[in-house]
C-alpha cells in the first residue's frame, strides 16, 4: 500500500517564527504537491515542486526524489497561517496525501 | 476564472437514504477527482476521469458509491445507501491533466445520522 508520511502531527508557533514541515513517501515519486487547508475551507494548492527546491513567497519546497522525501519551509510565519498543511504524491495512477501537519500561530 | 464549484455545499442523512453531489470543474480541464475527506484526516481519492471514462475507481465502494461523467465536464458522485461510516466531506478537484496542478472545490460536507 502507497503510504505518505507527514511530520510532525502538529505545531504551535509563535508569530514571527519559522516552521519546517516534512513528508515521506513510502515509494519513488516524481509528482509532490503541498496544499493548505483551514478549517472548514476548501483545499488550496501552495506549490507543486516534483524535485528540487521551489519558493513561493514565504514558502520553500525542497524535494529530493532518491530519498523519497519533500518539505515545506514556512519562514516568518503569521496568524493567517494557521491550518492544516498536506502533502500528496501522484503516481502512475495514484494520488495518496498525507494526514498533514496542523499549524497554529500564536500572537 | 471561475474555480471548481461544487453542491450542495451540506447534507444531512438518515442511514439508508441516498444522496447525490454535484462538481463542476474548471473549464478546460480534462482530469477531474473525487475525494473523500473524513474528519481529522487527509483526503482519499475515490475515483478519477479523464474526460468521460474512469481512469480509477478501485477505492469507490462499489456496492453503494457511483460516480459518472458523461459529457466529460460536470460529473456526479451518487451514494445509495448511506452508513454513518460515510460521514465526511466530499471533495472535487480538476486538473489540466495528470500530474498538473489541482484545484479543489469547497466541498460538500455530509452528516450521516
Known amino acids: 500500500e502507497q503510504q505518505v508520511q507527514q511530520s510532525p502531527a502538529s505545531l504551535v508557533l509563535q508569530e514571527g517564527e519559522n516552521a519546517e514541515l516534512q513528508c515521506s513517501f513510502s515509494i519513488f515519486t516524481n509528482q509532490v504537491q503541498w496544499f493548505y487547508q483551514r478549517p472548514g475551507g476548501r483545499l488550496v494548492s501552495l506549490l507543486y515542486n516534483p524535485s528540487g527546491t521551489k519558493q513561493s513567497g514565504r514558502l520553500t519546497s525542497t524535494t529530493v526524489i532518491k530519498e523519497r522525501r519533500s518539505s515545506l519551509h514556512i519562514s516568518s510565519s503569521q496568524i493567517t497561517d494557521s491550518g492544516t498543511y498536506l502533502c500528496?504524491?501522484?503516481?502512475?495512477?495514484?494520488?495518496?496525501f498525507g494526514t498533514g501537519t496542523r499549524l497554529q500561530v500564536s500572537p | 476564472e471561475a474555480g471548481v464549484t461544487q453542491s450542495p455545499r451540506y447534507a444531512v442523512l438518515q442511514e439508508g437514504q441516498a444522496v447525490s453531489f454535484w462538481c463542476d470543474p474548471i473549464?478546460?480541464?480534462?482530469?477531474l477527482y473525487w475525494y473523500q475527506q473524513p474528519r481529522d484526516q487527509g483526503p482519499q481519492l475515490l475515483v478519477y476521469?479523464?474526460?468521460?471514462?474512469?481512469?480509477?475507481n478501485s477505492q469507490l465502494p462499489s456496492d453503494r458509491f457511483s460516480a459518472v461523467r458523461p459529457k466529460g465536464t460536470n460529473s456526479t458522485l451518487k451514494i445509495q445507501s448511506a452508513k454513518q461510516g460515510d460521514t465526511a466531506t466530499y471533495l472535487c478537484a480538476s486538473s489540466p491533466g495528470w500530474g498538473d496542478t489541482q484545484y479543489f472545490g469547497p466541498g460538500t460536507r455530509l452528516l450521516v445520522l
Open positions: 473549464s478546460g480541464h480534462d482530469t
Open positions: 476521469f479523464r474526460d468521460e471514462a474512469v481512469i480509477d
Open positions: 500528496a504524491m501522484e503516481n502512475t495512477d495514484k494520488v495518496v
